[in-house]
């Protein structure tokens, strides 16, 4: 073999042996795990998190949270801290079953408190929402006042929790395609962990205790007698009629064998109007010429409903209970109160409280000039300086601030 031949089976040997390496090293560069620092917060994408065990830790006093729950406008603030004490457990839960590092914990609070403000007054314009606070004395009645009060902040936390973990959490271990790698036993997402593991128990121990404190309240109801003085301006009335057809089933080893058909119908008297109490107060501007009179945001001042069993045929092996004819009687008043939510009735009464005012001050407002307007607003109790006392006088506005 000439030497010409062996210089080119060399370098051919020599490129082949580079191609090699240089195929076994892309192969490891795209295929082996690569070392992570685990002190660091930005996780590439591709780790695989380790879940590990963990319990849910939120020192509560429930019967404080009930208190709080049951009158949000009073404690506002305990509730807005509420709020914040719950979403931080949570976020601090998951973080610790996803075994994230102590650096990456120690950055959730300042990472929440980013959220927090936009946060407390979603979850507090919800809570009023659903809850429809005018309706206390019913769910004392119906032995549930604490109880729907905890089912409606389950509702409202439950609804933004997911939101919530996704946002903080997310700046922290990124996702790919709104999902995390994850490994290790009882693998779940961090929403669901959230929802699973955190917030489901904590409204089952919040359940148990409302059950002690309605029978405790619906007990004492029997003995008490209110005397309140109130003022009110009811400006706007709904009258309703509904219907119910419910059948209750006795069963013997899974086996219907004897039911109960009931109807019932219902008549509903809802008065909505302004709680005078609450917040009232009258300014008078004498540079802009303005009078002001200023509301409360309109509620439900009462609701009256009248039920009426129009056939009730019991099976030979069912007894109605008291029980069974109550949360029939609460379903038809929820119905009512739902229909009216979803009506314009809250701007109605605003309407027609203007119109009641200008008929009733409008002589007044002219004997101060012609020049002088009149004004009606209206604002909630949040907002009001903690020093407010509601007033029913004329009050000089630009002579002496508040």
Known sequence: MSEGSDSRLRT???????????????????????????EVSNIPKEIQLTYLPADFNFDMDEEDALQILNNPKRYRREFDGMVRDLNMAILNHVANRMGLPQKVKSR?????????DYLRNIYYE??????????NIYQVWYDNRFKNAVVVWYEVASKYTCYLVNNVLGNFVPQKDGAFYAKGKKVDTPCGIALTEALAPLMKRMEERAAIEDFGRSRGILQERVEKMIAELATYEIRDKKGLSKQFQTKVW????????????????????????????IDINNRSKLVTVNLPEPVVLSHEVYPRMEQMDIGWLREIKSEDLNKAFNVLRQEFRQDMMETDAMDQAKSKARDILNTMMGPLVASLGNKYKLSVKFQGREGLPDDYRPRGRFDQAEDKPR
Do not use: C, W
């Not at 990472?111 to 927090?116: A, G, I, L, M, S």
């Open 126 to 135: 919800e809570f009023l929402r659903v809850q429809d606070t005018s309706s």
């Open 254 to 281: 899974g086996f219907s064998v004897s039911s109960t058909d009931v109807e019932i119908t219902a008549i509903s008297i809802m008065k909505l109007g302004f709680r005078l109490d609450q917040y009232f107060n």
């Open 12 to 38: 051919g040997q020599t490129l082949l042996a580079i191609m090699i390496i240089a195929l076994f090293a892309l192969i490891g560069y795209k295929y082996l795990p690569k070392a992570v620092d685990p």
């Open 108 to 116: 959730l609070p300042e990472e929440y408190d980013k959220h927090h």
